[in-house]
């Protein structure tokens, strides 16, 4: 066989190769339903917390944990969710998005430390959100 030939042949077996992918190597992320939400704080427990959750189709942002009050209000794009707990820990709640929406984004305005004065730095402090399973 000719050098050329061998060559041309590599080449398309390549190219080839490359089209069947599978349709992407990213593998979408589940969109809508519930998710549970979680202040991670440098600081371990705390007693409240301001945030404001942005993004379309929040539907509903209720309280997860006992002793936990949870009350949220609609603002420009989102919601402002304020959680208050009976005694210092994490403070978690759970929001359902409507079908097709992601977990929204989420910005930490005020947090009070456990003697409920309130925090000096929001430095380190961020939301995480986990698809709640079953979904």
């Excluded at 917390?49 to 997860?64: K, M, W």
């Excluded at 079908?99 to 305005?109: D, K, N």
Aim: hydrophobic share 40%; aromatic share 4%; glycine share 12%.
């Amino acid at each position: 066989m000719r050098p050329a030939f061998i060559r041309l042949a590599a080449l398309l077996l390549l190219l080839a190769l490359a089209a069947c992918d599978g349709g992407g190597t990213t593998p979408r992320e589940p969109a809508g339903g519930d998710y549970d939400a979680l202040l991670q704080s440098p600081n371990g427990p705390e007693a409240a917390a301001q945030l404001e959750l942005t993004g379309g189709g929040i539907e509903d942002v209720q309280s997860t944990a006992a002793a936990t009050i949870v009350s949220s209000s609609p603002v420009s794009n989102g919601r402002r969710v304020v959680i208050v707990r009976l005694q210092p820990g994490p403070l978690q709640f759970r929001v359902r998005m409507a079908e097709g929406q992601g977990p929204p984004s989420a910005r930490v305005v005020e947090v009070a430390a456990p003697d409920d004065a309130l925090r000096a730095s929001l430095s380190g402090y961020r939301v995480t959100f986990t698809r709640v399973a079953g979904q």
